[in-house]
């Protein structure tokens, strides 16, 4: 069974066992159809009982899960669901897992790093890139990405002067 990322826990909400997910993914309500989550470095899934949100994040209970201590030890945990629960993904549209490693080639400059985190911003997604020396942000748009090659595992980029 393949998992996707979905989310990361980041807090708790209230007294009573729900959790806060910040969401890697531009369909929030996603949570609703899903029945359980797995959490990182946890062997079972927890099943939800409820989902609400609040802002861009997702307010998520899990059943049998009803104190704050029941949950404090998820925080700052990654959520995931099952792969083959979301195979139809639109034309132009990656899972993040996909996109993470990928060496990011710009069309001028040639190799410029490794794709090691992507931030969602309301604009647009933005893709962080490690370079030799520094992170740096590029955003994701058509302007500036031109190509995602995952067979061989290359982000095709063109990157204008001065964002390195």
Request: proline share 2%; glycine share 4%.
């Amino acid at each position: 069974m393949k998992l996707i990322r979905i989310g990361k826990i980041v807090n708790t909400q209230g007294l009573k066992g729900d959790v806060r997910i910040y969401p890697d993914t531009d369909y929030v309500e996603r949570f609703e159809e899903l029945d359980y989550l797995y959490i990182e470095n946890e062997s079972e899934p927890l099943k939800i009982s409820s989902v609400r949100y609040k802002k861009n994040l997702a307010i998520v209970k899990f059943k049998g899960l009803d104190h704050i201590n029941d949950v404090e030890k998820y925080k700052n945990r990654i959520v995931y669901t099952e792969k083959l629960d979301y195979d139809d993904l639109e034309e132009d549209r990656y899972y993040v897992e996909d996109l993470i490693g990928l060496k990011v080639v710009d069309a001028v400059q040639g190799e410029i790093g490794i794709l090691i985190d992507i931030l969602q911003n309301p604009a647009h997604d933005l893709y962080v890139v490690k370079t030799k020396d520094k992170e740096v942000m590029i955003p994701a748009v058509q302007e500036f990405i031109q190509d995602v090659d995952l067979e061989n595992k290359i982000l095709h980029v063109t990157l204008i002067e001065g964002l390195l």
